[in-house]
């Protein structure tokens, strides 16, 4: 059964200071997704990463993949206070190869303050 | 473009009552899915459907059933309605084939059971 843990639940950050959340897995998947989640609102996609070694990065957020350390980052630069929600990252529960199984697993969420 | 469409947005229900949840989407996506969200749980996966016709359990799947006569509709419904079932649950969908495009998410129905 895959398992997905992040850590850490709760987060308070100071504007303009870095951090990294973490999103472990449990067993072998190459696809990881990354969604945003504002109080009371829906889950924005932010990243989809497909293979070991991945980057992504867009604005000041940028996510990574080490497939064989089943692990992947979400890295903060200078947080402002609008990144301040919910974060979750997903893992495809399918094989490795072919299209996928689609059945995602959810962490439980890393919930970001950025205070003033 | 709508994309993903959940009706109602809010519903407050006595326990034994049933209620059916309607997701409809416009991007012609081939899999569907129910999600449901508590506090401090993430999203758990309820069930989910391949395509017209077919629908298949998910992590949590007891107590509700589940049906896709069109492409476009998935339907939750809760048969006999639990307070465990107070959670807010989520509408996705996504393409067949395309892992490099993430599941769209509906606005959530939030429901209470009395």
């Known amino acids: 059964e895959l398992k997905v843990e992040q850590n850490p639940l709760f987060l308070s950050m100071q504007e303009g200071k870095n951090y990294t959340i973490y999103c472990n897995y449990s067993?072998?998947?190459?696809?990881l997704y990354w969604y945003r989640q504002d109080p009371g609102k829906s889950l924005e996609s932010l990243f989809v990463?497909?293979?070991?070694?991945a980057v992504k990065q867009e604005g000041r957020l940028m996510a990574s993949l080490d497939t064989k350390a089943r692990l992947s980052t979400l890295h903060i630069t200078a947080a402002v206070h609008d990144l301040s929600a919910t974060y979750f990252c997903?893992?495809?529960?399918?094989?490795?190869?072919?299209?996928?199984?689609?059945?995602?697993?959810f962490g439980k969420g890393t919930k970001l303050s950025v205070i003033p | 473009n709508a994309g993903v469409t959940q009706t109602p947005k809010f519903r407050v229900l006595k326990t034994g009552q049933s209620m059916t949840l309607l997701c409809a989407q416009d991007?012609?996506?081939?899999?569907m899915y129910w999600y449901r969200q508590d506090p401090g749980m993430g999203l758990r996966l309820i069930h989910y459907?391949?395509?017209?016709?077919?629908?298949a359990k998910g992590e949590v799947p007891d107590g509700y059933n589940v049906s896709r006569l069109k492409k476009q509709n998935f339907l939750l419904g809760l048969e006999s309605a639990a307070p465990s079932q107070t959670s807010v649950y989520f509408c996705?969908?996504?393409?067949?084939?395309?892992?490099?495009?993430?599941?769209?998410f509906g606005d959530g129905t939030r429901l209470s059971i009395l």
């Open positions: 996705a969908s996504s393409y067949f084939g395309q892992v490099n495009q993430p599941q769209h």
């Open positions: 067993t072998t998947s190459n696809r």
């Open positions: 990463l497909l293979s070991n070694g």
């Open positions: 997903a893992v495809d529960n399918g094989p490795l190869s072919g299209a996928g199984s689609y059945q995602l697993t």
């Open positions: 991007m012609n996506h081939e899999y």
């Open positions: 459907s391949v395509g017209e016709g077919t629908t």
